[in-house]
C-alpha cells in the first residue's frame, strides 16, 4: 500500500519523515497523527482542519451577508457586483376584485367552467349569480344547471313545472336536452340576486332575461333583455 492514500495518511515522503514508513498500524493509530499536529503537510492539514475563511478575503466582523463577498471557495477572482433587479409595473398592479356583473361578457361555457371549478369560492358565487340572470335554474339534488328551451311553454304542476329543459351536463360538458321533465320547486335553488354596480346594471350586456323572468334582479334595479327564461 502506498500511492496518495499514504501522502494524506502518512505525510508523504518529504513531509513527515519517517511517518511515511512507518508500519500501516501505527499510521491509523494515534502515531499517524503527528504529521498533522506538526502541520507538515498543507493539504492534509487543509483536510482535517479546513481554511482560514479570512484568507479567502472574508470579513467576519462584517454585518452585512458573507454571500456578496464570496463567489465561491474554489475561485480567486473578486465578486461581481450583484445586478439591480426591478421589478415590472406589471407585477405590482392590483387587480380590481370581482364584482357581480362582471361576467356579462362571459360565454355560459366559462360560467360553467368557474362554478363546477371553484366550489366554496366568490366566484363561483357569482358565476351562479349570472347563471340566474340568464335564465339558469340550479337542480339542488341533481346538482345541474337547467334552461326552459327555447319556443316551450311549461305545464303547472302540483309540485313544480313540466316541460322540455336544457340541461348542462358536467360529466360530459355538454348541454342535453331532456323532453317531458318534470321539476319540483323544493329542488331548485334560490336565486343569488347578488347586488350589482350601476354602471353594470345600465349597460346593454348579452344574454340577460328581461325584468320578471326567472332569475330577475331585485325590483327597481335595470337590467337589459335578452334570451333566457320569461
Known amino acids: 500500500p502506498g500511492g496518495e492514500g499514504s501522502k494524506l495518511l502518512g505525510g508523504g515522503a518529504g513531509g513527515a519523515g519517517g511517518a511515511a514508513a512507518a ?37 467576519l466582523n462584517s454585518s452585512e451577508n458573507l454571500h456578496k463577498s464570496l463567489v465561491s471557495p474554489l475561485s480567486d477572482t473578486p465578486v461581481k457586483a450583484e445586478p439591480e433587479f426591478e421589478l415590472p409595473a406589471c407585477y405590482k398592479h392590483t387587480p380590481q376584485r370581482l364584482q357581480p356583473g362582471y361576467l356579462t361578457k362571459f360565454k355560459e361555457e366559462t360560467l360553467f367552467y368557474i362554478f363546477y371549478s371553484m366550489p366554496a369560492d366568490e366566484a363561483q358565487l357569482i358565476a351562479a349569480d349570472e347563471l340566474s340572470a340568464r335564465g339558469w335554474l340550479f337542480h339542488k339534488r341533481l346538482r345541474m344547471w337547467m334552461l326552459q328551451a327555447p319556443s316551450t311553454t311549461p305545464q303547472k304542476t302540483p309540485r313544480g313545472e313540466r316541460g322540455t329543459f336544457l340541461v348542462f351536463n358536467p360529466a360530459v360538458w355538454e348541454v342535453e336536452q331532456k323532453a ?18 350601476k354602471p353594470l346594471q345600465q349597460g346593454g350586456a348579452p344574454g340577460q332575461p328581461a325584468p320578471g323572468g326567472a332569475g330577475a334582479p331585485p325590483p327597481g334595479s335595470q337590467q337589459p333583455a335578452g334570451p333566457g327564461r320569461h
Open 23 to 59: 508500519p500501516p498500524v501505527d499510521r491509523f493509530g494515534l502515531l499517524g497523527l503527528m504529521p498533522l499536529l506538526k502541520m507538515t503537510d498543507p493539504d492534509l492539514t487543509m483536510l482535517a482542519l479546513g481554511t482560514d475563511l479570512t484568507s479567502l478575503g472574508l470579513n
Open 180 to 197: 317531458d321533465l318534470e321539476i319540483a320547486s323544493d329542488d331548485i335553488e334560490v336565486a343569488p340576486r347578488l347586488p350589482r354596480p
